[in-house]
């Protein structure tokens, strides 16, 4: 029996793995920073039987409840993920798991890949409507990278859509790619519609490091992306110093930032309430955003999120709040579960890599119903 986790986004430490019922591991932290959570590892096992697998450290993660209620996903293919037993209790995720081949993939949620992600990028590059442009690169010299889809144009506005800044939140890029995949088709009427009006400015992957080295939340440095946005430094935090100068360069009307959260079991946006200039008009295009996306989807609800900031007391350091107060737009983050959707249930595959690109395929309707209010 072996369990490794030497490959892109791997993460695991073995402490005890020579009985198949008492499996027993430890979830690495992020390079110099006490955040953890993201885990993914491969076991090898002839025993056929069932195998019992704890994460002894999970009680000391950075969200704890988040294990509540979650399930860990596996693969035998890498490419379709399945919820597999799971189970929180005295401060160990345990995973019960009868292997039905000799190697398994285990993880916290559908893992998306650096090669994967180079590979939509130069997708997205194929198609007429889009270039790919370099902004610079990161701590580890890893490419950031943004795709330009539509024309620029005088009357046409600027929609910039970032994900991943947490690179464990691996749902922020599979939404992107399924909005990706939407945008670039020139038969929908929805995507056609929209590159008339709008110049697309999408970041896949705002933490390639983070990613590759298997990290929940920080980059290279240990840093948080998401609170830099205020002081970005090229010596901490290039990923988020060069996508700033890029858009004070460019403009923008409008913002996304892709994310997931560990602990709420529903789709959800958190607006700028707090930002010192927040008013009417911002207010307006929120409301008209969220009801036109639930409109579309059963997927997104406004039920349960963040609780609203107060007025003026918003933490400036973070993207939304920022953008939007530097630009006075729509800027919103859109969080996915990386447990189950519980307005709509599925029990063998929770919320998943699909219904993440379904989601962000499904976001482009309600971006079309306030495009024209957006300036």
């Not at 890599?353 to 309707?365: A, F, N, Q």
């Amino acid at each position: 029996m072996k369990i490794t986790c030497n490959f892109d986004s791997g993460n695991i430490e073995v402490l005890h793995a020579t009985d198949p019922a008492n499996i027993q591991l430890a979830i690495r932290k992020d390079h110099q920073s006490e955040f953890f959570q993201w885990f993914h590892f491969r076991l090898n096992t002839s025993h056929t039987e069932p195998h019992t697998i704890k994460i002894m450290n999970a009680g000391q993660s950075a969200y704890p409840e988040g294990w509540e209620g979650y399930q860990a996903v596996a693969s035998y293919d890498r490419q379709t993920w399945f919820r597999v037993d799971t189970s929180y209790a005295d401060n160990v995720l345990t995973i019960h798991h009868y292997p039905e081949a000799e190697s398994v993939y285990f993880a916290y949620f559908a893992p998306y890949s650096y090669e994967r992600h180079q590979d939509l990028l130069h997708f997205a590059q194929n198609d007429y409507n889009c270039r790919l442009v370099e902004l610079g690169e990161t701590l580890d010299g890893r490419d950031m990278t943004m795709l330009v889809v539509g024309e620029p144009a005088e009357h046409k506005k600027k929609i910039w859509i970032i994900a991943r800044q947490h690179p464990g939140e691996t749902m922020a890029e599979w939404f992107v790619e399924g909005l990706l995949d939407r945008l670039l088709d020139e038969d929908d009427g929805v995507a056609r519609l929209l590159l008339a009006k709008a110049v697309f400015y999408i970041v896949p992957n705002m933490n390639p490091d983070g990613s590759v080295r298997g990290h929940l939340r920080t980059n290279a440095a240990g840093v948080n992306l998401n609170r830099e946005w205020q002081n970005p430094s090229m010596t901490e935090s290039p990923e988020v110093y060069l996508v700033r100068e890029k858009m004070q360069e460019i403009g923008l009307d409008m913002f996304l930032d892709i994310h997931g959260d560990e602990n709420l079991p529903y789709n959800f946006v958190a607006g700028a309430e707090g930002v010192p200039s927040y008013n009417a008009k911002m207010q307006q295009l929120e409301q008209a955003f969220k009801t036109a996306l639930q409109l579309v989807t059963p997927e997104f609800q406004t039920q349960f999120g963040y609780d609203k900031d107060e007025p003026g007391k918003a933490n400036l350091t973070v993207g939304s709040n920022w953008v939007a107060e530097r630009f006075g737009c729509l800027a919103y983050t859109l969080e996915m579960p990386f447990k189950d959707n519980a307005n709509l249930p599925d029990e063998a595959f929770g919320w998943s890599d699909v219904r993440s690109m379904k989601l962000g395929h499904d976001t482009l309707t309600a971006v079309l119903a306030v495009v024209d209010e957006l300036r």
